[in-house]
């Protein structure tokens, strides 16, 4: 579906089910602040892995069903996999798009599809009054079992995309983010765009989407979160309900590991800009990773807590040479980046970089102080109730939970494992886990003239030679 169009459906569905439930509900708590939530879980017949949060206080239910069909099963195609998911709301079964549209806007019900490296995604919610539950449901089902792919729609599709794409490379951050996951990541399955190329795009043919479906679609290799005002019994059934026309099939293979990389790179991309954009990065961990709590602390008072991190204090208010900088771990299935970034004026882009690589030194051999420390957890576990407040934010946690084989408890117990970090942990993390002798840069923007003198003395300061 059309970006655009579809952004309006789901604006407009949401604001219809937000106006039905103020005018219903003069209050309404997801979840008891005091505890968080009772997480159950059980596979259906054809394989699906179930994980379930009754939530009674307000009569609706978030439903999240993950696969694993991220961009990195695209085999080489690049962008088939998110093709793919965009094409689900665009025919099924007997419908065309207007009529999925359709049924969807007339009870209020919001459906979306997405897709990263490692997942694709079909979220919806809904009210559980009839006949919207019903209409709701029964459209969700249709849609992950017998899409149509439409030739004249996946032609439409096609064409969105590719302006899309053309716009994407007039974004020296869209440009810049896309040459490090190749830099960092090479020849893996992470290292393409989920969107893909203007090539790929146009090579796509509808035999390939059809297949990937059929291959990715299945029982075994999905994870379905729900939250709602459902008893246990009332989501076994609406879990059945949901997946019933997917056949079992197979669960994917795991992805390939993902290498570390050998040396420093540097790549600078040339962009009609008054700003520098710098990206750094290398695999950083994975969902799960045993050292997941002393990177996340350490990361947070690093770069990742915004206007009170380490980069921020160095970059933008000591120097001044960056409005934003951070730093940030994304963890995947296999090892997802460590990222570092800021944007900064061309003729600063230079002093900029070596003040970013100097702070994460410094940090890797100094660690945090006890105050950075103690400030941090505060932060985080203060922060937390707020990240499962709302029955939407379950359920992406739900769908995180049982998609990367995290333990049940992982909800219960975060605040404890983050309280039980240590400044020890995480300086031995960082070490072992971060090299600045290794990051893959990219710089886009400013003069050639410029990024050339700036590149050897950057590459340099990478090897530690300053």
């Given amino acids: 579906m059309c970006v655009e169009r579809q952004s309006e459906r789901i604006d407009r569905a949401a604001r219809r089910l937000t106006a039905w439930l103020a005018g219903t509900l003069l209050f309404t708590s997801p979840l008891p602040a005091q505890a968080t939530p009772e997480i159950r879980t059980w596979n259906t017949d054809n394989g699906t892995r179930v994980l379930f949060v009754a939530a009674p206080e307000i009569p609706m239910v978030d439903v999240r069903l993950v696969f694993a069909a991220g961009s990195a099963r695209d085999g080489g195609r690049s962008g088939l996999a998110s093709m793919t998911a965009a094409m689900l709301t665009e025919g099924a079964g007997d419908w065309n798009a207007d ?60 064409q969105n995309r590719l302006v899309a794409l053309r716009q994407e490379d007039e974004s020296p951050r869209s440009v810049a983010q896309k040459a490090l996951y190749r830099a960092v990541f090479g020849a893996h399955p992470y290292a393409a765009d989920p969107s893909g190329t203007p090539e790929s795009i146009a090579g796509l043919k509808r035999e390939e989407l059809v297949a990937f479906h059929a291959r990715h679609y299945v029982g075994s290799n999905a994870v379905l ?14 879990a059945n309900r949901l997946v019933a026309g997917l056949p079992a099939g197979e669960p994917a293979a795991p992805l390939p590991e993902v290498p570390e990389l050998v040396g420093a790179t540097l790549e600078s991309i040339e962009f009609p800009s008054s700003q520098t954009t710098v990206l750094a990065g290398q695999p950083g961990m994975r969902r799960g990773d045993p050292d997941y709590f002393a990177l996340h602390v350490g990361n947070h008072i690093l770069g990742g807590s915004g206007l009170v991190s380490i980069l921020m204090d160095e970059i933008r208010e000591k120097r001044g040479l960056s409005y934003s900088t951070y730093s940030a771990f994304l963890p995947l299935a296999q090892p997802g980046p460590f990222l570092m970034s800021l944007q900064t004026r061309n003729d600063q882009a230079e002093q900029a970089r070596t003040v970013m690589l100097d702070t994460l030194k410094r940090f890797i051999a100094q660690g945090p102080s006890e105050a950075e420390l103690t400030a941090a957890k505060k932060n985080i576990t203060g922060g937390f109730p707020l990240k499962i407040a709302s029955n939407s934010d379950i359920v992406r946690y739900l769908a995180v939970i049982g998609f990367y084989d995290l333990p049940l408890d992982y909800l219960d117990r975060f605040r404890e494992r983050i309280e ?35 590149g050897t003395e950057q590459v340099s300061l990478a090897r530690g030679s300053h």
């Fill in 99 to 158: 009529t999925i549209a359709d049924r969807l806007d007339g009870v209020g019900a919001v459906l979306s599809t997405d897709v990263d490296r490692d997942m694709a995604t079909v979220a919806l919610r809904t009210l559980t009054r009839q006949p919207a539950f019903d209409t709701a449901v029964d459209t969700f089902a249709t849609l992950i079992a017998r899409p149509t792919f439409a030739p004249d729609e996946l032609e439409r599709v096609r």
């Fill in 225 to 238: 979160a729900l939250v709602g005002d459902l008893d246990h019994a009332g989501a076994e059934a609406l």
């Fill in 420 to 454: 039980s970090v240590t400044s020890e942990q995480i300086r031995d993390a960082f070490a072992r886990r971060v090299h600045p002798e290794r990051l893959a840069i990219v710089t886009v923007g400013g003069s050639s003239e410029a990024r050339a003198d700036a």
